[in-house]
């Protein structure tokens, strides 16, 4: 999902596909990468193609540089490959990163991060990198997790700093539904593989007020969502409005949200928690940033916390 290392993409030999491919499938790819020497290479993807000036960055071996330096000198963090697809006759990876953090005498609870959805939200896949270099060189603040973390889920609409994908889909509507779009495939098959005890997506929003979230009428969703918001609340106000997005809120928190957005499957008997969090796309992206990490770093001492009532129950 990134154009620099080694990867994203090399030049497709399937450019008289008419259709977007995912390439492999079943378990994920293990590269062993980064390695030395494998950073930068050739960056042959058609890049940016409409990159609007002043928004940073667009180049994802640019966002991608610092976790792969981090994963270089943290052995508890790996940046790996998930998956492969094409898309107009150009090859991408796309991209996850893998964080043990240290055992905490019972199972590591797996979380999953998703940002980059809609490739014009840069703010979620800048805060999830910088989270990730923090946790790699303090890995104690993830006690207890296994982390994986999917910095950008559209890697082209990402380059192209669009909302939907190259393909023209936006893929926040896809899930679940059969999609033909790989980055929804493969983000599904993530979900389905890895079984996380707990999923959060990042997003950014252009017509709201202040952070604001999703916890989809769920009691644990909300536990989860509230302080994460008061957290964040210290870099960025709150939309407090009673209706947001086209949905009723009370103080941030929406219950509801459209059909297709990315989630555990319904018919799940074990339901991970799953939140959504948005930052007001027009506040200064290093303030949505910081809300973003600060906000992260609640929801794993919070669940840290239910979790330990729980076993104590
Ligand atoms: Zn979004």
Same mark, same amino acid.
């Given at each position: 999902?990134?154009?620099?290392?080694?990867?994203?993409?090399?030049?497709?030999?399937?450019?008289?596909?008419?259709?977007?491919?995912?390439?492999?499938?079943?378990?994920?790819?293990?590269?062993?990468?980064?390695?030395?020497?494998?950073?930068?290479?050739?960056?042959?993807?058609? #890049?940016?193609?409409?990159?609007?000036?002043?928004?940073?960055?667009?180049?994802?071996?640019?966002?991608?540089?610092?976790?792969?330096?981090?994963?270089?000198?943290?052995?508890?963090?790996?940046?790996?490959?998930?998956?492969?697809?094409?898309?107009?006759?150009?090859?991408?990876?796309?991209?996850?990163?893998?964080?043990?953090?240290?055992?905490?005498?019972?199972?590591?609870?797996?979380?999953?991060?998703?940002?980059?959805?809609?490739?014009?939200?840069?703010?979620?896949?800048?805060?999830?990198?910088?989270?990730?270099?923090?946790?790699?060189?303090?890995?104690?603040?993830?006690?207890?997790?296994?982390?994986?973390?999917?910095?950008?889920?559209?890697?082209?609409?990402?380059?192209?700093?669009?909302?939907?994908?190259?393909?023209?889909?936006?893929?926040?509507?896809?899930?679940?539904?059969?999609?033909?779009?790989?980055?929804?495939?493969?983000?599904?098959?993530?979900?389905?593989?890895?079984?996380?005890?707990?999923?959060?997506?990042?997003?950014?929003?252009?017509?709201?007020?202040?952070?604001?979230?999703?916890?989809?009428?769920?009691?644990?969703?909300?536990?989860?969502?509230?302080?994460?918001?008061?957290?964040?609340?210290?870099?960025?106000?709150?939309?407090?409005?009673?209706?947001?997005?086209?949905?009723?809120?009370?103080? #941030?928190?929406?219950?509801?949200?459209?059909? #297709?957005?990315?989630?555990?499957?319904?018919?799940?008997?074990?339901?991970?928690?799953?939140?959504?969090?948005?930052?007001?796309?027009?506040?200064?992206?290093?303030?949505?940033?910081?809300?973003?990490?600060?906000?992260?770093?609640?929801?794993?001492?919070?669940?840290?916390?239910?979790?330990?009532?729980?076993?104590?129950?």
């Amino acid at each position: 999902m990134t154009r620099s290392p080694q990867c994203f993409g090399s030049h497709g030999l399937r450019r008289s596909l008419p259709f977007l491919a995912v390439e492999g499938g079943g378990d994920a790819v293990e590269t062993g990468w980064p390695r030395r020497g494998q950073y930068p290479a050739a960056q042959l993807s058609p #890049g940016p193609t409409r990159r609007r000036r002043g928004e940073l960055p667009r180049d994802l071996g640019t966002l991608f540089a610092p976790l792969v330096e981090a994963a270089l000198h943290h052995g508890t963090m790996r940046v790996e490959v998930a998956g492969r697809f094409s898309s107009w006759g150009w090859r991408y990876e796309f991209m996850r990163v893998r964080l043990a953090g240290e055992a905490a005498g019972r199972r590591l609870m797996r979380l999953g991060f998703f940002a980059g959805l809609h490739g014009d939200e840069p703010a979620g896949c800048l805060a999830l990198v910088r989270w990730l270099v923090g946790l790699a060189a303090d890995p104690a603040r993830a006690a207890g997790y296994e982390i994986t973390v999917y910095p950008v889920c559209n890697p082209t609409g990402f380059e192209d700093g669009t909302r939907t994908n190259r393909a023209g889909k936006d893929l926040n509507r896809e899930f679940w539904q059969r999609s033909a779009e790989p980055e929804v495939r493969l983000i599904e098959r993530e979900i389905e593989q890895r079984r996380f005890d707990g999923i959060i997506s990042l997003h950014s929003d252009d017509t709201c007020e202040g952070i604001y979230g999703y916890a989809h009428g769920r009691l644990l969703n909300e536990a989860l969502l509230v302080p994460a918001l008061a957290a964040a609340a210290e870099f960025l106000p709150r939309d407090s409005r009673a209706v947001i997005d086209g949905f009723p809120a009370h103080d #941030g928190v929406l219950a509801h949200c459209y059909p #297709g957005v990315l989630a555990p499957p319904a018919e799940w008997d074990r339901h991970p928690f799953d939140v959504i969090f948005e930052t007001p796309a027009r506040a200064p992206l290093e303030a949505q940033v910081q809300a973003t990490v600060a906000a992260l770093d609640s929801i794993l001492a919070e669940y840290r916390r239910f979790m330990a009532y729980a076993d104590g129950i």
